[in-house]
């Protein structure tokens, strides 16, 4: 009877851990499934170690990318092409960060009852949020040149235009040695860090508006040099006597230079991380490049010139134009997506308050220095930088901001490497680009 009783014992805690075991494995396969297609050894979604299906097209359904036995076919136009190329990425996966790298999961057309079977064998389709017609605009206004240009929906988080120069056409890809340098690989956009020069400057005014209680009511003066203990502030001119709003207006890096000497080194510190601008992010799975902000020695120069975006500060593209969105979108960064209809997570980087007035002295810049009529929109908000890099280099060139209008809720960012001067430059740029999106917004 004993007997009896332990084998019934036996039996039934075997059936309990079978039973486990089993739950176990469901609850992998469900939490982790997707993940276990997407290896090479799969031969029914890769040949060769390569995806061998799945289609990507842009937001207004335009095919951009088509994987069918292994083989790749993209866009007829080459401008579609060349432009589209970081945000798709190339069959070889030498381009990081591009929809048939990231979304291999929803390449294969996986799902949880059906694994990736489909009737047609022609695995999945990702909408990007991305217009080709934007994105050929957009490499059309970089003129060849190396650099970065992207737009956001600021409400929705949708990346609608994301393009990164050099690039190749993807369906004549050049023999690139090893010892290349010109980084025609790298998502500029996303994968790489800039100096930002005086765009910097609204992150040392955020902190200024949040930490300084008579900002607003002080009389600032530039004489065109700042002598500090260690090194001199040079500015662009005597700008005289102004308030702060002329100051940014007027990009003075004396009086920025000042304010981050006052805030201190920490409070700087704290804000370029608050602002999301030393550490990257993540966009749809996909980590961004980090930046960089040292914190130079207490009433130094290189402190003062940190604040007015020179020392060794670096910025992402993609960072300014979250914070660019989070400043329109009343102190929220929207969660940003490559996907239409996709959604990230939202956060809150400053007080709506301080957004209010951030916004008002952008626009205020473009009213006073870069002239309301360079741009389609009606209530543009924008600043510009010329980032020097040395060396004898020529400056990086900077343009960023957004649209206040609900019915164009556009935020944007343009970075010409070695472009000249901010606005002149990348601020071109960008009012031909804004350009194209009022035309595809009013179609």
């Known amino acids: 009877m ?8 036996s039996v039934f805690l075997l059936v309990l851990l079978l039973m486990a075991g089993i739950g176990i ?57 060349r432009s589209t190329l970081h945000i798709v990425g190339d069959y070889e996966g030498n381009v990081a960060g591009g929809a048939l790298s990231i979304f ?12 990736v079977y489909s009737y047609s064998g022609s695995g999945g389709e990702v909408r990007l949020s991305v217009s080709s017609e934007l994105n050929r605009a957009a490499y059309s206004a970089l003129s060849g040149r190396n650099g970065a240009v992207c737009v956001m929906n600021y409400e929705t988080g949708e990346i609608l235009c994301m393009v990164s120069s050099p690039n190749f056409d993807p369906e004549n890809p050049p023999l690139i040695s090893e010892d290349d340098t010109s980084g025609v690989y790298i998502n500029r956009a996303i994968g790489a860090s800039y100096t930002p020069g005086s765009v910097y400057k609204l992150v040392t005014l955020t902190a200024a508006v949040e930490k300084i209680d008579d900002l607003f009511e002080r009389n600032f003066h530039c004489d065109g040099t700042m002598e500090l203990g260690d090194g001199t502030i040079v500015c662009t001119a005597a700008h005289g006597d102004m308030k702060i709003e002329d100051a940014l207006a007027k990009s003075c890096n004396c009086v920025f230079a000042s304010l981050a000497i006052e805030l201190g080194g920490d409070i700087m510190a704290e804000y370029a991380e608050k602002m999301g601008f030393t550490d990257g992010f993540y966009i749809d799975g996909y980590k961004t490049a980090d930046g960089r902000f040292d914190i130079g020695e207490e009433g130094s120069a290189n402190l003062g010139w940190s604040g007015a975006g020179q020392f060794n500060d670096l910025i992402s593209p993609i960072s300014m134009l979250r914070y660019c969105a989070a400043i329109a979108n009343s102190g929220t960064a929207p969660g940003i997506t490559m996907l239409k209809n996709g959604k990230g997570s939202n956060e809150r980087v400053i007080s709506q308050s301080t957004a209010e007035k951030l916004g008002d002295m952008m626009n205020y810049c473009v009213y006073l220095t870069y002239g309301k009529d360079n741009f389609p929109f009606d209530d543009v908000c924008a600043k510009s930088g010329t980032a020097e890099v040395g060396g004898g280099a020529k400056p990086h060139s900077w343009f960023t901001g957004f649209v206040r209008d609900e019915d164009y809720p556009i935020a944007f960012t343009v970075v010409i490497e070695n472009g000249g001067w901010g606005f002149s430059q990348a601020g ?8 194209a999106v009022k035309e595809y917004f009013d179609c």
Not at 2 to 9: D, L
Not at 104 to 115: A, S, V
């Open 25 to 81: 494995f469901i609850f992998k396969m469900f939490t982790s499934g997707g993940q276990w297609v997407v290896f090479p050894s799969n031969g029914n979604v890769f040949q060769n170690g390569r995806l061998s299906v799945g289609t990507v097209i842009d937001r207004d359904g335009v095919t951009l990318a088509k994987i069918s036995e292994g083989k790749v076919t993209y866009a007829e136009d080459e401008a579609v092409r």
């Open 104 to 115: 291999r999961k929803e390449l294969t057309g996986y799902d949880f009852i059906n694994g």
């Open 2 to 9: 004993k007997k009896i009783k332990f084998r019934t014992c």
């Open 428 to 435: 071109a740029a960008a009012s031909d680009v804004l350009y």
